[in-house]
């Protein structure tokens, strides 16, 4: 069973940054998109930031557009997600996960969903 392995988080000020890694070996070549989600205590997922269509397109939820990026390392099986401008309200579990199939949203569930990495914002 292929398992995403995240690393990164950690808890930073109000405006600083953090850079999440994702390792993403095994995933089929046929995955629709593979990206980011997080879960605050209380809160239901939400997708944060993906890449899908064959790593055509990019989608960035609305409240992190401009301040996160998703890029990804084909070489080191690796994906991505660089924060700054991090805000309180971004703190949450993030979550590595993929799709082969699309949608690509946890609520109609993911085929490959990491343990997550925990990311606090302090103000």
């Known amino acids: 069973q292929v398992q995403p392995v995240e690393s990164g988080g950690g808890s930073v000020k109000a405006g600083g940054s953090l850079r999440l890694s994702c390792t993403t070996s095994?995933?089929?070549?046929?995955?629709?998109?593979m990206g980011w989600f997080r879960q605050a205590p209380g809160k239901e997922r939400e997708r944060v930031a993906f890449?899908?269509?064959?790593?055509?397109?990019?989608y960035y939820a609305d409240s992190v557009k401009g301040r996160f990026t998703i890029s990804q390392d084909n070489a080191k099986n690796t994906l991505y997600l660089q924060m700054n401008s991090l805000k309180p309200e971004d703190t949450a579990m993030y979550h590595c996960?993929?799709?082969?199939?699309?949608?690509?949203?946890?609520?109609?569930?993911?085929?490959?969903w990491g343990k997550g990495t925990q990311v606090t914002i302090s103000s």
């Open positions: 890449i899908y269509n064959g790593g055509i397109s990019t």
């Open positions: 095994g995933y089929p070549r046929s995955t629709y998109c």
């Open positions: 996960a993929a799709v082969i199939s699309p949608p690509c949203d946890p609520a109609y569930g993911m085929d490959y």
